[in-house]
C-alpha cells in the first residue's frame, strides 16, 4: 500500500536547491521542506490572519501545493483521508477558531491511528507571558485553551514560540507522527516564519527513522508458544482488523495466510487492508451481521488470530460476539497475547507474522467446510415497472463499477453495511471511519484521498443527513479538477440511527441535491449531476459517468425508500441500541 512506502521514505533525502524560492534559513522553509520529506504533497488549510506568513512559505515550496478549504473541519478530514492513501496527512489553521474547529476531525484521525500534522497559526511570540487578550480568542490573557484541548487527542504537542529551539520542536512532532501512527499539533507564532536562524542554516538533513526491532527473546517465545497453540487446534482461522494499516504488516499477513492455509476473514473496520482476491478469503466477520458463511466458520473455530483488531460496541455488534477468550490470539502492533495469558510485549506485528508463517503447519480444515457449506448470494428479486430504485440494486451497479484503479470511501450510516458487501478487486482501495463514526466525514475524506491516489477513481457513498454537514467542500473538488463519482443516497433522514432509535429528529429537510452542486459548479470546472430514481436512470447515469464524464467530478443523487436498508442495518441497529438502553448495574 502506498502509505507503507510513504513514512519509510523519511530516510531518503529530497535535495532542493540552496536558491530555493521558500528562503532557505527560515522557519517557514524548514516546515514546508520537512512535509515534502516525509511524502505530503498537499496541505489542506483555511487562511486566518495568524497563519497568513506561515501560508505565504508554503506556497513558495515548489513541491507543495496548497488546497485551500470551505472550513477547518473539511481540511482535518480531508487531511484524514489523505493520510490513509498516501501514509501521512497534514493541515493548517488559525489560532483557537481554526484550531477548536478542526479539532474534530483530528480526534477521528487519532481514533483511526492516522498521522496528521496539524498546524495552527498562533500568536505573535511577544504576546506569550503578557496580560493581553487576544481576538479569536475566548477573552482571557490565556493562550493556552487550544492547547489543552490538543493534548487529548494529538500524540505530541509544540508550541513554536521561540527560534531558538523551534527546529527541535518541530522535528520531534512529526517524527512522533510518523513513530507513533497519531496526529500531532504544532503552533507557530505568527511573526516567526520568515525570520532567517542559524538552525535553519542549510537545506534540512532528512532525519531517520530508525526501525523498530522486536525483543529477540520475546518474539522468539511469542512465536513458540502461538505455533504449539495453533498447531494443536482443528480448525483454526485468521482474522484482519484495522491496526494492519497501524503495523504495516499488509505484507507479512498474505504470507501468513499463504503459509497456514486458514480462512481468512476480516473485521469490518479492517476491509480495503485484507486482500479479498485471496483464495482463503471467506468475508467479513462482524458477529451477527457477518457475510453469509462467514460468521459461522470463525465463531466455531477452536483457535482464531485476530490481527490488530479493535473490539468495541460497534465491531461487535453490541458487545454480542462469540468469541471465547481462551481461543484467542490477539496480535497487537507491538504487542501478542495467547489465550488468558501469557502476554508478549516489544514484539512487532510484521516480525511476529513474518515468523509465525514459518512455524506453522498446513491446515485447512475449516476453509475445506467453508467450502462445503457455502451457498452464493441470492440475486434481488426481479423489480416491478418504474418502481422506484432499490438500495440492493443500487450496489450491485457499484460493484460493476470497482476495478484496480477505483477506490471506494463508505460515509458512516447504511453506506457501512452495503459497502461491506462489495467484494473488492485486487488493488481496489476502500475506506470508511468506523471508530469514530463522524458523520459528513466522507466529504473530506473523499477530497484527501483523491488528492493522493491520482491514479485512482473514487467512488463515494454518501447518505443525504451525512452531506449536508460537509456539503461545501465539492467546492474544492471541483477546484482541484477531481474526478469523484459521488452517490448522494437520499433517503430523507438518519436511517441509521432509525434503526438504533426513532424520532422526529431523524427526519431532516429535504434539499435539491444536485441543484445545490450545481450552484456550486457555477460553471467553473468539470462538473456533472443527475438525479436517479429508477434502475433506468442509474444504467444511464453511470454510463454517461464512466464514458462522456470521466473526467468530470459525477454527482448522482439517487432517490430512495426511506425504509430501505439493509437487513444488516437492521440487525446491528437493534442490537446496538438493546447495548445502549442497558440499565444501570445495581449499587
Known amino acids: 500500500m502506498e502509505g507503507n512506502n510513504a513514512i519509510g521514505s523519511t530516510a531518503q533525502s529530497a535535495s532542493v536547491p540552496a536558491s530555493s524560492p521558500c528562503g532557505v534559513g527560515t522557519l517557514g522553509c524548514h516546515l514546508a521542506r520537512r512535509l515534502v520529506q516525509i511524502g505530503v504533497k498537499d496541505v489542506f488549510s483555511v487562511p486566518?490572519?495568524?497563519?497568513?506568513?506561515?501560508?505565504d512559505h508554503l506556497i513558495a515550496e515548489p513541491e507543495l501545493n496548497l488546497i485551500g478549504c470551505c472550513n477547518e473541519l473539511n481540511a482535518g478530514y480531508a487531511a484524514d483521508g489523505y493520510a490513509r492513501a498516501k501514509g501521512v496527512g497534514a493541515c493548517v489553521v488559525t489560532f483557537t477558531v481554526g484550531g477548536l474547529s478542526v479539532l474534530n476531525a483530528i480526534a477521528?484521525?487519532?481514533?483511526?491511528?492516522?498521522?496528521?500534522i496539524c498546524i495552527v497559526g498562533g500568536p505573535n511570540s511577544n504576546d506569550y507571558g503578557t496580560n493581553r487578550i487576544l481576538h479569536h480568542t475566548i477573552g482571557l490573557p490565556d493562550f493556552s485553551q487550544e492547547l489543552r484541548c490538543f493534548q487529548t487527542v494529538t500524540c505530541s504537542q509544540a508550541v513554536v514560540n521561540n527560534l531558538d529551539d523551534a527546529h527541535e520542536l518541530i522535528d520531534t512532532a512529526i517524527s512522533t507522527a510518523l513513530k507513533e501512527s497519531k496526529p500531532v499539533y504544532i503552533s507557530i507564532g505568527c511573526n516567526l516564519p520568515g525570520i532567517p536562524h542559524p538552525t535553519f542554516a542549510r537545506e534540512p538533513v532528512p532525519f531517520y527513522l530508525a526501525p523498530?526491532?522486536?525483543?529477540?527473546?520475546?518474539?522468539e517465545a511469542a512465536v513458540e508458544a502461538a505455533a504449539e497453540f495453533l498447531n494443536k487446534s482443528v480448525k483454526p482461522v485468521?482474522?484482519?482488523?484495522?491496526k494492519v494499516r497501524v503495523g504495516k504488516a499488509q505484507k507479512t499477513f498474505v504470507e501468513l495466510a499463504d503459509a497456514c492455509g486458514y480462512p481468512l476473514a476480516v473485521m469490518p473496520s479492517g476491509k480495503g487492508l485484507v486482500p479479498e482476491h485471496h483464495p482463503s478469503f471467506i468475508g467479513t466477520y462482524w458477529g451477527a451481521v457477518s457475510s453469509s458463511f462467514c460468521g459461522e466458520?470463525?465463531?466455531?473455530?477452536?483457535?482464531?488470530?485476530?490481527?490488530?483488531?479493535?473490539?468495541n460496541d460497534y465491531s461487535s455488534v453490541g458487545y454480542s460476539l462469540l468469541i471465547k477468550k481462551e481461543k484467542l490470539i490477539v496480535v497487537e502492533p507491538n504487542r501478542v497475547t495467547i489465550g488468558n495469558g501469557p502476554s508478549f510485549g516489544w514484539v512487532f506485528m510484521t516480525d511476529f507474522l513474518s515468523a509465525l508463517a514459518k512455524k506453522l503447519k498446513k491446515n485447512t480444515t475449516a476453509l475445506e467446510n467453508h467450502h462445503r457449506i457455502y451457498?452464493?448470494?441470492?440475486?434481488?428479486?426481479?423489480?416491478?415497472?418504474?418502481?422506484?430504485?432499490?438500495?440492493n440494486i443500487l450496489f450491485k451497479h457499484i460493484q460493476e463499477m470497482l476495478s484496480g484503479n477505483t477506490a471506494v470511501i463508505a460515509e458512516t450510516g447504511d453506506s457501512w453495511f452495503n459497502c461491506q458487501k462489495l467484494n473488492l478487486p485486487e488493488n481496489c482501495g476502500f475506506e470508511f471511519q468506523m471508530q469514530y463514526g463522524s458523520i459528513g466525514w466522507s466529504v473530506g475524506a473523499t477530497l484527501g484521498y483523491a488528492q493522493a491516489a491520482k491514479d485512482k477513481r473514487i467512488i463515494a457513498c454518501i447518505g443525504d443527513g451525512s452531506f449536508q454537514v460537509t456539503a461545501q467542500d465539492i467546492s474544492t473538488m471541483i477546484r482541484c479538477a477531481q474526478k469523484n463519482i459521488i452517490f448522494l443516497i437520499n433517503n430523507g433522514g438518519y436511517t441509521i440511527e432509525v434503526e438504533i432509535h426513532d424520532g422526529p429528529y431523524n427526519v431532516i429537510k429535504n434539499w435539491d441535491y444536485t441543484g445545490l452542486v450545481n450552484a456550486i459548479h457555477n460553471g467553473e470546472g468539470k462538473c456533472w449531476t443527475a438525479k436517479v430514481k429508477t434502475?433506468?436512470?442509474?444504467?444511464?447515469?453511470?454510463?454517461?459517468?464512466?464514458?462522456?464524464?470521466?473526467?468530470?467530478?459525477?454527482?448522482?443523487?439517487?432517490f430512495v425508500h426511506k425504509d430501505d436498508t439493509s437487513k444488516e442495518l437492521l440487525e446491528w441497529g437493534s442490537r446496538v441500541s438493546a447495548a445502549n438502553s442497558r440499565p444501570p448495574n445495581p449499587q
Open 297 to 311: 466458520i470463525v465463531e466455531s473455530a477452536d483457535a482464531y488470530v485476530f490481527v490488530g483488531p479493535i473490539f
Open 108 to 116: 477521528g484521525a487519532y481514533s483511526e491511528n492516522l498521522p496528521v
Open 375 to 391: 451457498v452464493p448470494p441470492g440475486v434481488a428479486l426481479k423489480r416491478e415497472k418504474d418502481e422506484l430504485l432499490r438500495v
Open 48 to 55: 486566518g490572519d495568524f497563519n497568513l506568513t506561515l501560508l
Open 238 to 242: 485468521i482474522v484482519g482488523g484495522p
Open 212 to 219: 523498530k526491532v522486536s525483543n529477540q527473546l520475546g518474539l
Open 535 to 558: 434502475e433506468e436512470d442509474l444504467t444511464e447515469a453511470i454510463a454517461t459517468a464512466t464514458s462522456t464524464h470521466k473526467d468530470s467530478l459525477c454527482f448522482i443523487e439517487v
